[in-house]
């Protein structure tokens, strides 16, 4: 998992970490001696320059970061996420000094504090604000093919484990087989699930779910949606009137990872249109890249709650920030 990217970024490190420029460590009447004696600049520093640590400079940076622009890019590293680097990277490192043998570990730690500050986004899981309400109504977005019924079947397999009772709501009332594919998972889990036919108004399906889970002291509801492309402009509307009949207490976008830079996007777009409380990575496991997960979330500042690693219920993770940064960065 994220080979490709931990490659880079470790190309990264090592050449940015070559760029320091010595500092030599002078007196001021060494200085005054040397100006107009003829001696090169070579040889003053062999005779008086003993070198005293080293420093980056803004060209370093800049210099570095055009480099390597290209191949951060093929990680998936969206371009103002090398940008947003490029800026941080000046005000951790340049002026201050860095001996050769730390340049390093300086340069890493520099990486990790900024990739750390992008992902790092706090929330509040499923698990916690279904203590506090009940409903908790979940809605899931997102494209077709994304993984979207099968991480809803994931999250209501995780809540039935803690002990949490779940009710499924089949609102996506346009491709056909969805409610059809929604049952198959509710059949497996043993959680009803509340669907009209097809060509019906999704926003009364979830409407009716939460009535039936007021009804029968459900705590959560998870309410699928049709898969839609964010450029068409009648399923986004259809999405909005969802999210204004129901008000779901969260918005959850899931977003294929290999979908490459797209995922920025899909991201900022559904974020813009309907807003989205947090997202789900699929298809993790297979995922060399990773530079994806980092750029969804500086495109939209909220938290990758989960990622996908697998077909199975339980190939499902909790996405921890500090972990992935050090498995990013692992020497």
């Not at 970024?9 to 002078?26: F, G, I």
């Not at 400079?57 to 191949?71: A, G, H, T």
């Given at each position: 998992m994220f080979g490709f990217l931990k490659k880079k970024l470790k190309k990264s490190v090592d050449a940015l970490a070559e760029r320091t420029q010595p500092v030599h460590a002078e007196s001021a009447a060494q200085q005054k001696e040397e100006a107009g004696s003829g001696v090169t600049e070579e040889r003053r520093k062999g005779l008086?320059?003993?070198?005293?640590?080293?420093?980056?400079?803004?060209?370093?940076i800049d210099e570095f970061l055009s480099s390597v622009e290209i191949e951060l890019m093929q990680?998936?590293?969206?371009?103002?996420?090398i940008d947003y680097l490029r800026e941080g990277l000046k005000k951790e490192l340049v002026?201050?000094?860095?001996?050769?043998k730390e340049s390093?570990?300086?340069?890493?730690?520099?990486?990790?504090?900024?990739?750390?500050?992008?992902?790092?986004?706090?929330?509040?899981?499923?698990?916690e604000?279904?203590?506090?309400k009940k409903p908790l109504t979940v809605l899931f977005l997102g494209f077709n093919g994304s993984g979207k019924t099968t991480t809803i079947a994931k999250i209501a397999d995780r809540l039935q484990k803690s002990g949490k009772s779940v009710v499924f709501a089949a609102a996506d009332t346009f491709r056909a087989a969805s409610i059809?594919?929604?049952?198959?998972?509710?059949?497996?889990?043993?959680?009803?699930?509340?669907k009209h036919r097809y060509g019906a108004d999704p926003a009364a399906v979830v409407f009716d779910a939460r009535k039936h889970a007021q009804s029968k002291g459900i705590d959560v509801v998870l309410a699928d949606s049709a898969g839609r492309m964010h450029t068409n402009a009648n399923l986004m509307d259809e999405l909005k009137k969802i999210v204004r009949v129901n008000s779901p207490d969260l918005k959850i976008l899931v977003v294929d990872s290999l979908t490459g830079n797209d995922v920025v996007s899909q991201a900022r777009s559904f974020s813009e249109e309907v807003g989205i409380d947090g997202l789900v990575l699929t298809k993790m496991d297979v995922n060399e890249k990773g530079g994806s997960l980092i750029s969804a979330c500086h495109a939209t500042g909220k938290p990758v709650m989960f990622m996908g690693t697998g077909q199975e219920y339980s190939d499902l993770e909790p996405f921890e920030p500090q972990k992935f940064v050090e498995i990013l960065l692992k020497e």
């Amino acid at each position: 998992m994220f080979g490709f990217l931990k490659k880079k970024l470790k190309k990264s490190v090592d050449a940015l970490a070559e760029r320091t420029q010595p500092v030599h460590a002078e007196s001021a009447a060494q200085q005054k001696e040397e100006a107009g004696s003829g001696v090169t600049e070579e040889r003053r520093k062999g005779l008086f320059g003993k070198i005293k640590h080293k420093e980056f400079s803004e060209k370093d940076i800049d210099e570095f970061l055009s480099s390597v622009e290209i191949e951060l890019m093929q990680a998936n590293l969206a371009l103002e996420v090398i940008d947003y680097l490029r800026e941080g990277l000046k005000k951790e490192l340049v002026g201050k000094p860095v001996s050769r043998k730390e340049s390093k570990a300086v340069v890493r730690k520099a990486f990790g504090k900024l990739i750390l500050s992008i992902v790092d986004i706090k929330y509040r899981s499923i698990d916690e604000l279904a203590e506090e309400k009940k409903p908790l109504t979940v809605l899931f977005l997102g494209f077709n093919g994304s993984g979207k019924t099968t991480t809803i079947a994931k999250i209501a397999d995780r809540l039935q484990k803690s002990g949490k009772s779940v009710v499924f709501a089949a609102a996506d009332t346009f491709r056909a087989a969805s409610i059809e594919q929604l049952e198959v998972h509710g059949k497996r889990l043993g959680i009803r699930v509340i669907k009209h036919r097809y060509g019906a108004d999704p926003a009364a399906v979830v409407f009716d779910a939460r009535k039936h889970a007021q009804s029968k002291g459900i705590d959560v509801v998870l309410a699928d949606s049709a898969g839609r492309m964010h450029t068409n402009a009648n399923l986004m509307d259809e999405l909005k009137k969802i999210v204004r009949v129901n008000s779901p207490d969260l918005k959850i976008l899931v977003v294929d990872s290999l979908t490459g830079n797209d995922v920025v996007s899909q991201a900022r777009s559904f974020s813009e249109e309907v807003g989205i409380d947090g997202l789900v990575l699929t298809k993790m496991d297979v995922n060399e890249k990773g530079g994806s997960l980092i750029s969804a979330c500086h495109a939209t500042g909220k938290p990758v709650m989960f990622m996908g690693t697998g077909q199975e219920y339980s190939d499902l993770e909790p996405f921890e920030p500090q972990k992935f940064v050090e498995i990013l960065l692992k020497e």
